[in-house]
Every structure is written in structure tokens, then in C-alpha cells.
């Protein structure tokens, strides 16, 4: 009996240390595809470094649409004729296959569109009907996400087409103790519904550059734990199974000593 209780608390203390090594931390990959942070590892992935940031319209976003007309053209065909009105004041939903339904010229497909390629097309539209037609168009949930070793993890709403990582942990309320600062993860959606991950050192200024700090709307920021938090929020874990092996083993302990 207490040979087999040996070999269970030695399984148990194995998945301890592995569990407290690996558990914790999100995001992990054998083989990262990009190493912004030391540059000399694997080279910076230069498509998201330096491409471009005009948000691209997604299915389910929702659309602000303002429309406005020559004063001088009298019509009825806007439910809300006045000049500069929205067409709905909570925004329009792109369904799922793109489309969005305007007043009199129906629907519109602008899902994979920047705003300005979204705002173009519907006006080409709405030239039909009315002279001198202007669209006013912006995506209303433009947002990214930090998580992890900040103050406060969460959504962080976007009211401009970039932000930078300083400004997203500045707003997140700065990185805590155990933060790891020398490796920070930004995952960035790609082509075909692929995701990309870069990381970033923020105690090497040298290896600083701007198009490395921007995010894109939709990016996720991970701020790793250092290897003590892990630990510790593992230990912690762990501690309830012990608990369960204990009083597993306890009334073959009692009868042994009853015996004895």
C-alpha cells in the first residue's frame, strides 16, 4: 500500500511541475512565426510592420451612414429627408453575408471594403436619384483587446483607425509586477481567417520602431506572466488534488495504524 502511494503522489508532484511551467501562460507555439522583439531570431514579419491599417469592413460589424444631398433637390424618397441625417441612428448591421440595406437603392455589399471604398460605392448608388449626393460612413465597434498582466484587462474601444501599443496598456491601467515586458504578444488576424502573433520588447529602446508599436482594430494584446506568477497560480491549483489524495489515503493510513 504505501509503495502505491509513493508512485501516486510522484505522478501527482510530475503534473505539479509541468502543470505550473505551461498551464498558465495563453498562446504558446513551438515555433513563433514572427520575433519583433530581438529581431535576431527570426526576421519581423514586414506585412503587418508595414502594411496597410484602413479597417476592412467584417460581417456583423455595425455601420454608421449619414447621408447628405443638395438643399436645393426636392424629394421623398429618405424616410429622414433633413440634410446630414442618419439613416439609422444605431447603426446599420452588416449581416453575415456582407450586405447592408439602404433607403431606396437596397442592398449593398460592403463587407472586405475599407470605409472610404464603402462610402464610394454607395454614393455611385445614390447617384441615380440625387444630384450631388455625400455619404458619410464609420464603423461603430472598431475595438482591440488586452489581457493578461495588466490592471484592467479587457475591450478597449476605438474611435480612430490605429492606436498604439503604449496608448492600449496606457489605457488598460499599465502593466502589473508580473508582467513580462521583454516579450510582449499582439495577435493579428491575416488572410483566410489565419492568425499572426509578433511580440515586442518594450525595455530595449534600440529595438524600438513606431510601425512595430501600431495595432490594428480587432488585435489581441497578451501580456505574458513571469515565470513566478505561473508557478504560483499553478501551486494553487494543485493544492485541491493533494487535498483529494489525502483523504483518499487517510483511511488506509488509519488502518495501518489500527494494526499496528
Known amino acids: 500500500m504505501m509503495n502505491y502511494i509513493k508512485i501516486l503522489l510522484g505522478i501527482m508532484t510530475t503534473l505539479l511541475l509541468v502543470g505550473c511551467s505551461s498551464g498558465y501562460q495563453l498562446f504558446q507555439e513551438q515555433n513563433a512565426t514572427t520575433d519583433v522583439a530581438r529581431g535576431h531570431e527570426k526576421k519581423p514579419d514586414q506585412s503587418i ?4 491599417i484602413e479597417y476592412i469592413i467584417l460581417p456583423q460589424d455595425r455601420l454608421e451612414v449619414i447621408l447628405y444631398k443638395d438643399p436645393n433637390q426636392e424629394t421623398t424618397i429618405m424616410a429622414q429627408p433633413e440634410l446630414g441625417q442618419s439613416v439609422n441612428k444605431k447603426g446599420i448591421l452588416v449581416n453575415t453575408k456582407g450586405f447592408i440595406t439602404l ?5 449593398v455589399k460592403v463587407a472586405g471594403l475599407t470605409q472610404t471604398q464603402a462610402s464610394d ?3 455611385k448608388r445614390y447617384k441615380k436619384f440625387i444630384n450631388t449626393p455625400s455619404i458619410y460612413l464609420e464603423v461603430l465597434n472598431k475595438r482591440l483587446y488586452v489581457l493578461g498582466e495588466v490592471n484592467k484587462p479587457g475591450v478597449i474601444e476605438l474611435d480612430k483607425e490605429k492606436m498604439t501599443l503604449i496608448e492600449a496598456i496606457a489605457l488598460a491601467g499599465d502593466l502589473t509586477d508580473a508582467a513580462v515586458r521583454n516579450k510582449i504578444a499582439v495577435l493579428t488576424s491575416g488572410e483566410k481567417g489565419t492568425m499572426r502573433i509578433r511580440y515586442i520588447d518594450l525595455t530595449n529602446f534600440n529595438t524600438l520602431k513606431f510601425n512595430q508599436l501600431v495595432l490594428r482594430p480587432n488585435d489581441i494584446v497578451y501580456v505574458r506572466p513571469n515565470n513566478w506568477k505561473a508557478y504560483k497560480v499553478g501551486s494553487d491549483d494543485f493544492t485541491s488534488i493533494f487535498q483529494t489524495i489525502r483523504n483518499i489515503v487517510a483511511p488506509f493510513l488509519d488502518i495501518k495504524n489500527l494494526r499496528e
Open 49 to 52: 510592420a508595414h502594411g496597410s
Open 103 to 107: 433607403p431606396l437603392i437596397g442592398k
Open 121 to 123: 460605392k454607395i454614393i
